[in-house]
C-alpha cells in the first residue's frame, strides 16, 4: 500500500505532535513494505525508516492556505490510496480517500479568544467554519478514529448517522528516558502538575485551593508547562496571589526532567475539566505514582479506579482527595503500572494499519 499521512503538526509540543510522532514511528517500522508519504514542515532526523518518502510543505495548520494550496499538494501525490488525516482539519478539496482521527471538542468546549466585541465576533467565525468543515469532513471520511469511547459519544451527540465508520484506537503511551535532576533547584517533598496552560486544564484551582488553605500545604509545588501567553497569564497570577515560594513553573522540560519528576513527586495532582485521552496520568501510572484527578470527560474511562478522583472545580473535595491520596500501598503502585502498560504505541498502530486495509 501507499499511505499519505499529514504529520505538520509533529512539531508541535503536546499531545498532537506526540500522537503523529509515535504512530508513524510505529507504522513505519511495522510494515516495511508498505510506503509512506509523509507531509512534514521539516523533515526529523530521528527517522531513520526507508520506506518513508518525505514531503516538507511551509503550509500552516488552521487557514486558507490549508484548505486549498495544501488540497492541491495533496491531490498532485496520485499514487497515494488513501491519506491519514491526524486531526480535523481536513482540506475540504482533498479529493483522494482518507481517514480522520478526532481527539477532542475542546475548541468548542472552552473557547479562547480575546474578550472583547471584535474578539468573540471573531471567534464565532471561526466556530461556525469549524462546525461545517468537520460536519463534511466526518460526512466525507471512510473512517473515524477517536481516542476514547468519551470523544466518539461527542461525536454522535452532533451526528448518530456515523456511529458505523467510527473505531475507538487509545493512544499509547511513550516510554520515557532515563531520568535526569533537572537544571533548576528541586525542593522535596512536592505535588507535580504536567499539561499545557489552556484555561481547560484547570491549574488555577491548584492556586485557589493553596491561597484558601495557605498553612494546610507547605510542600511546594510545580507545573511542568510550554512557554506561552496562557502560561504567562499563571505566571501573574502565582505574583499577584503571593505563591511563588509555593508553586514554580517549569517551562518546556526535557523528557528527561519529565521523568524525574515524576519519579520523585508525592503525587500527580491533574484537574483538567476535559481530555480527550490524558497522557500525563498514565506517565505518572507508570512510575506507580498516586494521581488526583477530575472526575471529568474520558479521564474514569482511561483511568479506571487507580485514579484518586475528586469532583472537577471542588476545592473542598479536591483537598479530601490530596489527604486520601497520602495512604498508598505497594498494591495501589502496581496496580497504576499495570494500567499503564495497556496502552502502546504497538497496539495502536496495529489497529490503525487495519483500518488502511479496510478502506483503501
Known amino acids: 500500500m501507499i499511505i499519505g499521512f499529514d504529520a505538520r503538526l509533529m512539531s508541535v509540543p503536546g499531545g498532537l505532535g506526540r500522537y503523529c510522532k509515535e504512530l ?18 521539516k523533515i526529523p532526523i530521528q527517522f531513520v525508516q526507508k520506506n518513508i518518502r518525505w514531503v516538507e510543505t511551509d503550509i500552516h495548520w488552521y487557514g486558507t492556505d490549508e484548505q486549498i494550496k495544501l488540497a492541491s499538494l495533496m491531490n498532485r501525490e496520485r499514487e497515494v490510496q488513501l491519506w491519514h488525516i491526524p486531526h480535523w482539519n481536513v482540506p475540504i478539496f482533498l479529493r483522494a480517500p482518507f481517514i480522520m482521527t478526532f ?6 468546549e472552552f473557547p479562547t479568544y480575546e474578550k472583547t466585541i ?26 473515524v478514529i477517536t481516542v476514547s469511547e468519551y470523544v466518539k459519544e461527542q461525536i454522535l451527540r452532533r451526528d448518530p448517522d456515523i456511529a ?22 528541586i525542593r522535596k517533598p512536592f505535588f507535580l502538575m504536567v499539561g499545557n496552560a489552556y484555561p481547560h486544564k484547570n491549574h488555577a484551582l491548584v492556586f485557589d ?8 500545604y507547605p510542600t511546594d509545588w510545580y507545573l ?9 497569564k499563571l505566571q501573574q497570577k502565582i505574583i499577584s496571589e503571593n505563591l511563588g515560594d509555593r508553586i514554580h513553573i517549569m517551562f518546556d522540560a526535557p523528557d528527561t526532567e519529565l521523568a524525574w519528576m515524576y519519579k520523585n513527586c508525592e503525587a500527580l495532582v491533574f484537574p483538567s475539566q476535559s481530555e480527550g485521552f490524558g497522557i500525563p ?11 488526583i ?68
Open 164 to 185: 458505523e465508520k467510527i473505531h475507538i484506537i487509545h493512544n499509547g503511551l511513550t516510554h520515557l528516558p532515563d531520568a535526569a535532576l533537572p537544571s533548576q533547584e
Open 224 to 232: 511542568i508547562t510550554h512557554r506561552d501567553r496562557f502560561s504567562e
Open 281 to 291: 496520568p498514565l506517565e505518572a501510572f507508570s512510575f506507580g505514582k498516586p494521581v
Open 118 to 143: 471584535f474578539g468573540k465576533i471573531k471567534y464565532k467565525i471561526k466556530w461556525i467554519v469549524w462546525r461545517i468543515l468537520l460536519a463534511i469532513n466526518l460526512w466525507r471520511a471512510r473512517a
Open 103 to 108: 481527539h477532542d471538542f475542546i475548541f468548542e
Open 24 to 41: 508513524l514511528a510505529e507504522l513505519t517500522t511495522q510494515n516495511p513494505d508498505d510506503t509512506f508519504v509523509v507531509l512534514v514542515k
Open 293 to 360: 484527578a477530575a472526575r471529568t470527560s474520558c479521564l474514569p474511562e482511561i483511568l479506571g479506579d487507580n485514579a484518586t478522583w475528586f469532583e472537577s472545580n471542588n476545592i473542598h473535595d479536591l483537598a479530601a482527595a490530596i489527604e486520601r491520596a497520602k495512604t498508598d500501598s505497594e498494591e495501589n503502585q502496581n496496580a497504576r503500572k499495570l494500567c499503564a502498560q495497556k496502552y502502546t504505541w504497538n497496539a495502536a498502530a496495529l489497529s490503525t494499519y487495519f483500518l488502511y486495509k479496510q478502506n483503501v
Open 209 to 216: 485551593l493553596l491561597t484558601k488553605y495557605p498553612t494546610s
